[in-house]
């Protein structure tokens, strides 16, 4: 019985161009705050400073740029791959404007400054409530056309919608554990270690599940179809895409390599980078193999060129992360630009090129016409492709360079470059680069904006593409060359299970040691909670995004020891709720700066660190200079850590912490004004210098060495 | 057979062998710090453009051998752009390290040019790459012809290339595509049922042993150590470098033998030392600064003056009076240089002059005694590697 339907192709439109807007927002952000770090007079307002810019910008491109690029290639090849609509009209377009109200809300709390301070998961509590409610309504829409399909088997891009929607719901969940103190404040659930090892977890799979899998999905439909031509080879789809959810999860630890994370959890990371090389490349293989007697058609046809450079950059970053994750190569790219070229040539080759080639492909067929000119997609190919040129390699120059710069000593003993500003300043060309490519590349995107635009003017959009198929009823079981693997295809809600299951594993077995045996974090007896004053201003800290550009890790490297003390112990993050041990060293590492300068010095430093420290790239940040300490939030604070086993003591909220709060601040008042420095105890400067003033020195206080 | 064609391949790989030469004897040099009169970056820029001429003349003579093929010309051209830019990149690198404001240290324009050098020997073995395939197409026409004449249905034999490709991929050729299509169907996308690549296989166990061989060496044999043993053989290396060095050289100066000097050029790089470390505290004329550093200009001396109070307090800093240890950022002779600097300014009187603060300081009533101000750096921060200044405490004590 032939069945007559009609696939939604509005919900298209309106992802793809909610995708094409966000991308190039996002672009214009990255610029932004690329030229921030050269030009510090360009963080002209306390919301306009690269540490609250800098998480809009990454979670503009990926929660918005990406995953409206996500959702748009979803709806468009499930529809069509299970012959169906979509399950409820009702829930695509509760999902749509959900998720750019999430999206807006992010570009409106975060630079107010409202962040949990775990990278690319800063939205507070409520606005990850909304996002886990969001996504269960995709995750209905999506199982409920699957389960409604005429399509007796599910294609391999679905098994990767199925493994990204359960890994993510995982993940985000676990991650956001937080307890709220305030409508736009939380702590994170875990501390130190715990909490460093569950965000990069997240942090390491939200580039997997995010990023990759539903994107491999989205080339598994769109290549074919561009090229014309069978996908390679089934028995690699089945192989590589088991393999690659299942080792994925397990890799997240190598962002903590050399850290104070314990060893047995850096070697997982490392080998499981190196096992996932084959499972990633599978993918790039069957996407390259695919083309196999269409490469002649590659030289013409501007959507199988972004496919084939984002096919190709996803190789490259794919080989290159793994090597990065071995000790060798993590000694030297961490905390350095290496990082950054990494993620950019993912991020701009592998999801911007995808999805752009996915816009020329959708575009013109959404709007029955052709693409209004071949020519500017083909420029915008070219001038993109520069742009990631422009971009990747003057930032690997910068990370060896710096990381070269750290490392060398003279034959006496002393490090080379003991000002660390020198090592960024000799990078600073890079930067400008950069900007360069980043430009070269949102200008390509501009030129698709035109495109699309004239496209768009020249056809008129199909909303309702009328199908028709057989009933899934009258649709036979087949065995298709004996392959097991039909079942699964076949039992979907099995194929969510196993996903589950298989990703489930290698969380468990690295988290839950990692909480529950001690051995793990070894206590340190002088190691103390925070006063109240330092809370404050560990929260204006982590607010002003000041992790952005500062480690709080000192490595085990002779060169670390020698530039910032002794290297971190585990013992000392167990009441950092979170944890800001960074990920990337624009300015110094901080984790012993407690006592190395004076209270007067980080006065004027944060006054104007420019006109203080000659040549400075650090922003001015005068608004501490007159905001006030949120004292009413106090007692909510104390609450809130206590609630998570930080041992003030009972009632300490209650008055004791304000009158401790106010003698340290005339501690450090005090102090200043003996520098003739008059400045109100109650300003936010007073807390944060009391923050930095405490930073790493539980260690050195006589507790620590009687405790040895 | 197109000699000319032979020819261009031997000349391009006479001239490439020495290019790598260069590079394998310019990173030796670098390696061992040796400076043997030449510097390696002047071989590396002449191993580059080497290769650029090279890559233009081997495009003429392709351009030549394949000129009517479309499709070579445009390919061959954009090499030789890319080698051009790759040049001119350079090029500017080095005009850069003339005159650029953030100089170019010649170990970084080194790495530079190796990277341009291995990039045009890349572009090089595309090029050589092309240009066979070239040669066995025209050639393969040749014999093609020979065959029809011969009216001889010949077997076209494999080469050892594609041999080897078909034992590292396994592929079914296109031609026979329709054998390993598989039923199935999803909106028009069909699948072949190619078996998996063998090398992508052996890739994936060869990492799956590696993973296993790491495991056990670091975590049940232990041959491969934890971080932090890691770092203790790291200090304890650096240590012994260090102390071999410092012996090498009889240097070493500490605050309890320590001299004043008076040469121009001690003063003078005391003068940088005190520029670049010490105008944010204490002033661009030794003035001081309210609430930072006192004045250094007048008699009076919070921590004893002297050339070897200043050395020391220099050396440990106060660090309850937040003046910071320059112990790990200075070596002994600069410190020694900057403290004679600082000295050399007594009694500058220079304008917004700080009041004086501590003791008037008489040199005759000096005794080493004033070192107890400052010699008890509970400094954890000291490591084992910091041998001049480890000692210096020793003696200290």
């Not at chain 1, 490519?437 to 698709?448: E, N, S």
Request: glycine share 8%.
């Amino acid at each position: 019985m032939l069945e007559r339907f009609h696939y939604d192709n509005r919900i298209v439109k309106a992802f793809l161009f909610a995708s094409i807007l966000f991308g190039i927002v996002g672009m214009l952000v990255g610029i932004i705050v690329a030229l921030q770090l050269v030009i510090p007079g360009l963080n002209a307002a306390e919301w306009f400073t690269f540490g609250r810019l800098r998480p809009l910008h990454t979670n503009a491109v990926i929660f918005a740029f990406v995953g409206n690029g996500i959702f748009a290639g979803v709806y468009y090849s499930m529809q069509r791959l299970l012959k169906t609509r979509m399950f409820s009209d009702a829930l695509s377009w509760i999902h749509f404007w959900a998720w750019q109200l999430i999206i807006a809300s992010a570009a409106i709390t975060l630079p107010l400054g409202f962040t949990t301070g775990k990278e690319y998961a800063e939205l507070e509590w409520p606005i990850d409530i909304a996002i886990t409610l969001v996504w269960v309504v995709f995750g209905i829409n999506m199982f409920g056309t699957i389960l409604k399909r005429r399509e007796r088997h599910l294609y391999v891009a679905i098994w990767f919608y199925i493994a990204t929607w359960v890994t993510v719901a995982m993940l985000h969940i676990v991650n956001s554990f937080e307890i709220p103190v305030s409508l736009f404040k939380s702590y994170s659930w875990y501390a130190g270690v715990q909490d460093a090892l569950v965000q990069w977890w997240y942090g390491h799979n939200a580039v997997a599940f995010f990023l990759t899998t539903p994107y491999l999905g989205l080339m598994y439909y769109f290549m074919p179809k561009a090229a014309n031509r069978p996908v390679y080879s089934y028995k690699l789809s089945i192989i590589h895409f088991w393999a690659l959810i299942f080792i994925y999860i397990w890799a997240g630890p190598h962002h903590l390599l050399y850290s104070s994370l314990p060893d047995w959890a850096q070697s997982l990371g490392t080998v499981f980078s190196i096992m996932l090389i084959a499972p990633s490349w599978g993918g790039m293989l069957n996407g390259l193999l695919t083309l196999r007697g269409a490469w002649d058609r590659v030289r013409e046809d501007p959507v199988l060129k972004f496919f084939v450079v984002a096919v190709t950059c996803y190789g490259m970053a794919t080989l290159e992360g793994p090597l990065l994750s071995t000790k060798f190569f993590n000694s030297i790219s961490h905390f350095t630009d290496w990082t950054i070229a990494h993620v950019h040539v993912g991020g701009l080759g592998w999801n911007g090129f995808l999805t752009f080639g996915m816009v020329y492909w959708l575009v013109p067929r959404l709007y029955g016409t052709k693409l209004y000119s071949t020519g500017l997609a083909n420029a915008h190919f070219w001038i993109g492709t520069l742009g990631i040129v422009f971009y990747a390699i003057p930032m690997y120059f910068a990370g060896f360079t710096q990381s070269l710069m750290w490392k060398q000593f003279t034959p006496d003993g002393y490090l080379v470059y003991k000002n660390f500003l020198d090592t960024l300043l000799q990078i600073e060309y890079a930067y400008w680069l950069r900007a360069l490519g980043g430009v070269l590349f949102l200008l390509g995107a501009l030129l698709m904006v035109y495109n699309v635009w004239r496209t768009v003017a020249q056809g008129k959009l199909v909303a309702e593409e009328a199908a028709e198929a057989p009933a899934l009823e009258g649709v036979p079981v087949t065995s298709d060359g004996g392959y097991w693997h039909r079942w699964i295809e076949r039992s979907p809600i099995w194929m969510l299970v196993l996903s589950l299951v298989l990703v489930a594993i290698g969380g468990l077995i690295e988290l839950v040691p990692t909480f529950l045996i001690k051995s793990n974090v070894p206590t340190i007896a002088s190691v103390t909670p925070y006063t109240p004053l330092e809370l404050h201003g560990r929260d204006i800290y982590i607010r002003d995004g000041c992790y952005t550009c500062h480690s709080q890790m000192v490595r085990p490297f002779r060169s670390e020891t020698e530039r910032y003390g002794e290297y971190a112990k585990a013992g000392e993050f167990v009441y950092d709720h979170p944890f800001q041990w960074g990920s990337k060293r624009t300015g110094p590492d901080l984790l012993r700066v407690g006592g190395k300068y004076q209270n007067s010095w980080h006065f004027y430093h944060m006054l104007d660190p420019g006109k203080f420290v000659k040549g400075s790239l650090m922003p001015p940040f005068p608004h501490l200079f007159e905001n006030t300490i949120d004292v009413d939030g106090t007692k909510a604070r104390i609450e809130a850590m206590q609630t998570l086993g930080v041992p003030y003591p009972e009632g300490y909220g209650d008055a004791k912490a304000m009158e401790d709060l106010q003698a340290q601040a005339k501690l450090i008042t005090d102090d200043l004004k003996k520098g003739g420095i008059e400045i109100d105890g109650d300003r936010e400067i007073v807390a944060l210098i009391a923050y930095l003033q405490r930073l790493g020195t539980d260690i050195k206080k006589p507790a620590a060495v009687a405790a040895k | 057979m197109n000699k000319r064609n032979l020819l261009s391949i031997a000349t391009l790989a006479l001239l490439g062998v020495p290019a790598v030469a260069q590079d394998a004897a310019a990173a030796a040099t670098v390696a061992t710090g040796s400076s043997t009169g030449i510097n390696p970056n002047y071989l590396l820029l002449g191993a580059a453009i080497l290769q650029v001429v090279i890559i233009i003349s081997l495009n003429s003579v392709m351009r030549l051998l394949g000129g009517s093929g479309k499709v070579w010309t445009a390919r061959m051209q954009r090499t030789s752009t890319a080698a051009l830019v790759l040049l001119l990149f350079t090029g500017a690198q080095d005009a850069q390290a003339a005159t650029g404001p953030t100089q170019w240290t010649s170990n970084q324009l080194f790495y530079v040019l190796i990277v341009v050098n291995v990039f045009l020997f890349i572009l090089l073995l595309a090029q050589v790459n092309l240009l066979r395939n070239m040669t066995r197409t025209l050639v393969g026409k040749a014999e093609e012809e020979h065959a029809t004449s011969a009216g001889a249905a010949r077997v076209k034999r494999p080469t050892f290339e594609s041999k080897l490709l078909q034992v590292l991929t396994r592929r079914v050729s296109m031609e026979r595509e329709q054998d390993v299509l598989m039923h199935h169907e999803y909106d028009g996308i069909r699948e072949l049922d190619n078996v998996l690549p063998p090398w992508w296989l052996w890739l994936f166990y060869g990492t799956i042993i590696w993973s296993v061989v790491y495991l056990v060496n670091v975590h049940v044999t232990g041959v491969w150590p934890h971080q932090a043993d890691e770092y203790a053989q790291e200090m304890e290396q650096a240590k012994a470098d260090v102390a071999a060095y410092v012996a090498r050289l009889g240097e070493s100066v500490d605050e309890n033998n320590v001299k004043l000097l008076t040469d121009a050029g001690a003063i003078g790089t005391g003068k940088g030392l005190y520029e670049a470390n010490c105008v944010a505290c204490h002033g661009s004329a030794a003035e001081g600064k309210t609430g930072l550093g006192p004045n250094l200009t007048d008699a009076y001396w919070i921590h004893g003056g002297g050339i070897k109070n200043v050395f020391s307090t220099i050396k440990y800093g106060v660090p309850a009076k937040g003046m910071i240890s320059w112990k790990t950022q200075m070596k002994a002779s600069e410190l020694q240089a900057v403290a004679s600097y600082v000295l050399s300014l007594q009694g500058s009187e220079p304008a917004n002059a700080q009041p004086p603060q501590g003791d008037l300081w008489k040199e005759e009533g000096a005794p080493a005694a004033a070192a107890d101000s400052t010699a008890a750096p509970a400094d954890s921060s000291a490591t084992p590697a910091d041998t001049a200044s480890a000692s210096g405490m020793a003696q200290a004590k």
